[in-house]
Nanobody, 123 residues
């Protein structure tokens, strides 16, 4: 079991920056991927930035809508995934939800979700 807790959300003006973080605890040894989704009112949950192949170095999958503005990073010493959000826009307003996955079999995974942290961008 993996437990995820986010921090660092808040209110920021358009064009500003914010850093949100998520600490993973519990059985973290085999985490294969970590990252962030977001959910805005009336919209579907969307993938924002995921770091994959965590145990073999890693590479990032970043959504086109935030490419060049949002930057994920992983601190293996503290089991913390960060997301640096730059050049924020009102359309980035959402609950940002931490995500992690562990392999169960070669063909299946177990997904874990945090409770989320609110990011609000004012125009």
């Amino acid at each position: 079991q993996v437990h995820l807790v986010e921090s660092g959300g808040g209110l920021v003006q358009a064009g500003g920056s914010l850093r949100i973080s998520c600490v993973a605890s519990g059985n973290t040894a085999d985490i294969g991927a970590v990252g962030w989704y977001r959910e805005a009112p009336g919209k579907r949950r969307e993938e924002v930035a995921i770091l994959r192949a965590l145990q073999r170095g890693h590479f990032a999958d970043i959504a086109d809508s935030v490419q060049g503005r949002f930057h994920p990073s992983w601190d293996s010493a503290s089991n913390t995934v960060h997301l640096q959000l730059n050049d924020l826009r009102p359309e980035d307003t959402a609950v940002y939800i931490c995500y992690a996955e562990q392999p169960i079999t070669p063909l299946s995974i177990h997904s874990y979700w945090g409770p989320g942290t609110q990011v609000t961008v004012s125009s």
